[in-house]
Protein backbone atom coordinates (compact mmCIF):
# COMPACT_ATOMS: atom_id res chain seq x y z
CA UNK A 1 0.00 0.00 0.00
CA UNK A 2 1.35 3.33 -0.63
CA UNK A 3 1.91 6.01 1.66
CA UNK A 4 0.96 9.40 0.65
CA UNK A 5 3.23 12.32 1.08
CA UNK A 6 2.38 14.37 3.90
CA UNK A 7 0.27 17.78 3.67
CA UNK A 8 2.48 20.66 2.63
CA UNK A 9 2.59 23.60 5.43
CA UNK A 10 1.78 27.32 4.30
CA UNK A 11 2.78 29.44 6.92
CA UNK A 12 1.14 33.13 6.89
CA UNK A 13 2.23 35.85 8.30
CA UNK A 14 0.37 39.37 8.90
CA UNK A 15 -0.67 41.78 11.23
CA UNK A 16 -4.12 42.46 9.89
CA UNK A 17 -6.48 40.26 11.80
CA UNK A 18 -9.23 40.86 9.82
CA UNK A 19 -7.47 39.87 6.97
CA UNK A 20 -5.39 36.67 8.66
CA UNK A 21 -8.98 35.01 8.78
CA UNK A 22 -9.94 35.24 5.22
CA UNK A 23 -6.55 34.32 3.65
CA UNK A 24 -6.96 31.13 6.15
CA UNK A 25 -10.07 30.59 4.88
CA UNK A 26 -9.33 31.04 1.30
CA UNK A 27 -6.30 29.10 0.70
CA UNK A 28 -8.20 26.27 3.25
CA UNK A 29 -10.70 26.06 0.26
CA UNK A 30 -8.50 26.76 -2.51
CA UNK A 31 -5.78 24.44 -1.09
CA UNK A 32 -5.04 20.94 0.03
CA UNK A 33 -2.16 22.75 2.77
CA UNK A 34 -2.23 23.05 6.10
CA UNK A 35 -2.60 26.39 7.40
CA UNK A 36 -0.15 28.07 10.56
CA UNK A 37 0.03 31.67 11.29
CA UNK A 38 1.50 34.21 12.69
CA UNK A 39 0.92 38.02 13.64
CA UNK A 40 4.13 39.50 13.44
CA UNK A 41 7.87 38.58 12.07
CA UNK A 42 9.03 37.69 15.48
CA UNK A 43 6.08 35.22 15.56
CA UNK A 44 6.48 33.85 12.30
CA UNK A 45 10.19 32.71 13.16
CA UNK A 46 8.95 31.01 16.33
CA UNK A 47 6.12 29.31 13.95
CA UNK A 48 8.83 28.75 11.33
CA UNK A 49 11.22 26.55 13.60
CA UNK A 50 8.42 24.91 15.29
CA UNK A 51 6.43 23.80 11.91
CA UNK A 52 8.73 23.89 9.28
CA UNK A 53 6.69 24.98 6.06
CA UNK A 54 7.05 24.09 2.87
CA UNK A 55 6.20 27.89 1.85
CA UNK A 56 5.48 31.15 3.69
CA UNK A 57 3.41 34.15 2.41
CA UNK A 58 4.61 37.35 4.76
CA UNK A 59 3.28 40.64 5.15
CA UNK A 60 5.98 43.96 4.44
CA UNK A 61 4.34 46.50 7.06
CA UNK A 62 3.95 44.31 10.46
CA UNK A 63 5.73 45.43 14.20
CA UNK A 64 8.35 43.94 15.78
CA UNK A 65 10.34 42.63 12.86
CA UNK A 66 9.10 43.74 9.24
CA UNK A 67 8.56 41.33 6.56
CA UNK A 68 11.83 42.34 4.49
CA UNK A 69 13.68 41.79 7.60
CA UNK A 70 11.82 38.21 8.05
CA UNK A 71 12.89 37.30 4.36
CA UNK A 72 16.54 38.23 5.16
CA UNK A 73 16.89 36.36 8.45
CA UNK A 74 15.51 32.98 6.27
CA UNK A 75 17.87 34.24 3.19
CA UNK A 76 20.70 34.86 5.68
CA UNK A 77 20.23 30.67 7.42
CA UNK A 78 21.65 27.52 5.18
CA UNK A 79 19.13 25.64 6.87
CA UNK A 80 15.92 28.00 5.80
CA UNK A 81 18.14 29.71 2.24
CA UNK A 82 15.38 27.66 0.16
CA UNK A 83 12.38 28.44 1.82
CA UNK A 84 9.80 29.29 -1.07
CA UNK A 85 8.54 32.98 0.20
CA UNK A 86 5.74 35.30 -1.17
CA UNK A 87 5.24 38.66 0.14
CA UNK A 88 1.99 39.83 0.24
CA UNK A 89 1.32 43.30 0.85
CA UNK A 90 -0.57 46.40 0.63
CA UNK A 91 2.44 48.49 -0.44
CA UNK A 92 3.10 48.63 -4.33
CA UNK A 93 5.34 51.40 -4.78
CA UNK A 94 8.01 50.62 -7.23
CA UNK A 95 10.73 51.06 -4.42
CA UNK A 96 8.72 48.71 -1.86
CA UNK A 97 8.62 46.13 -4.78
CA UNK A 98 12.49 46.26 -5.12
CA UNK A 99 12.68 46.01 -1.32
CA UNK A 100 10.87 42.91 -1.12
CA UNK A 101 12.62 40.91 -4.26
CA UNK A 102 15.97 42.45 -3.06
CA UNK A 103 14.97 41.17 0.57
CA UNK A 104 14.74 37.85 -1.38
CA UNK A 105 10.94 37.02 -2.04
CA UNK A 106 10.02 34.78 -4.90
CA UNK A 107 6.62 36.36 -5.35
CA UNK A 108 5.88 39.88 -4.52
CA UNK A 109 2.50 40.53 -4.41
CA UNK A 110 0.23 43.57 -3.63
CA UNK A 111 -3.05 43.39 -1.81
CA UNK A 112 -6.04 43.13 -2.64
CA UNK A 113 -5.26 40.22 -5.19
CA UNK A 114 -7.22 37.47 -6.43
CA UNK A 115 -7.62 34.59 -4.74
CA UNK A 116 -6.05 32.49 -7.71
CA UNK A 117 -3.61 35.14 -8.54
CA UNK A 118 -2.25 34.05 -4.58
CA UNK A 119 -2.46 30.16 -5.08
CA UNK A 120 -0.77 30.35 -8.78
CA UNK A 121 2.14 32.05 -6.82
CA UNK A 122 2.28 29.77 -4.17
CA UNK A 123 2.56 26.91 -6.44
CA UNK A 124 4.63 28.38 -8.63
CA UNK A 125 7.25 29.20 -5.38
CA UNK A 126 7.05 25.74 -4.30
CA UNK A 127 7.87 24.26 -8.07
CA UNK A 128 11.01 26.26 -8.20
CA UNK A 129 14.30 24.06 -7.72
CA UNK A 130 16.62 25.17 -5.26
CA UNK A 131 19.37 26.13 -7.90
CA UNK A 132 16.88 28.21 -9.95
CA UNK A 133 15.90 29.83 -6.34
CA UNK A 134 19.98 30.55 -6.07
CA UNK A 135 20.65 31.46 -9.37
CA UNK A 136 17.47 33.85 -9.46
CA UNK A 137 18.85 35.39 -5.94
CA UNK A 138 22.25 35.69 -7.25
CA UNK A 139 21.10 37.51 -10.49
CA UNK A 140 19.29 40.30 -8.59
CA UNK A 141 22.37 40.95 -6.44
CA UNK A 142 24.61 41.24 -9.26
CA UNK A 143 22.07 43.15 -10.95
CA UNK A 144 21.55 45.70 -7.97
CA UNK A 145 25.50 45.59 -7.15
CA UNK A 146 26.16 46.35 -11.40
CA UNK A 147 23.17 49.03 -11.44
CA UNK A 148 24.86 51.36 -8.79
CA UNK A 149 21.68 52.66 -7.20
CA UNK A 150 18.13 51.88 -5.67
CA UNK A 151 16.78 54.30 -8.67
CA UNK A 152 18.35 51.89 -11.62
CA UNK A 153 18.16 48.72 -9.98
CA UNK A 154 14.66 48.53 -8.73
CA UNK A 155 13.15 47.55 -12.34
CA UNK A 156 14.98 44.44 -12.09
CA UNK A 157 12.90 41.00 -11.13
CA UNK A 158 14.40 37.95 -9.58
CA UNK A 159 14.98 36.35 -12.72
CA UNK A 160 17.08 39.52 -13.93
CA UNK A 161 14.93 41.00 -16.44
CA UNK A 162 14.25 44.59 -16.78
CA UNK A 163 10.40 44.92 -15.95
CA UNK A 164 8.35 48.44 -15.57
CA UNK A 165 7.46 49.69 -12.60
CA UNK A 166 5.17 48.17 -10.46
CA UNK A 167 4.50 45.42 -12.92
CA UNK A 168 3.40 42.44 -11.59
CA UNK A 169 6.03 39.30 -12.00
Known sequence: MEQSAPTPTLLVIDDDLSLLPFLVDM????????????????EGLV?????????????MKMPE???????????????TLNTPIIMLTAMGSADDH?????????????????PEVLVEAIEHALALSDAERLRRLHELAEGAED???????????????????????
Do not use: W
Not at 47 to 59: G, L, S
Not at 160 to 165: P, R, S
Open 98 to 114: FLGLAAGVDHYLVKPVE
Open 27 to 42: LSVMTNYRIVTARDGV
Open 147 to 169: AGSLESARGMSLGGEQTQAGEEQ
Open 65 to 79: LDGAQFVRALRGDPS
Open 47 to 59: AYAEHRPQCVIVD
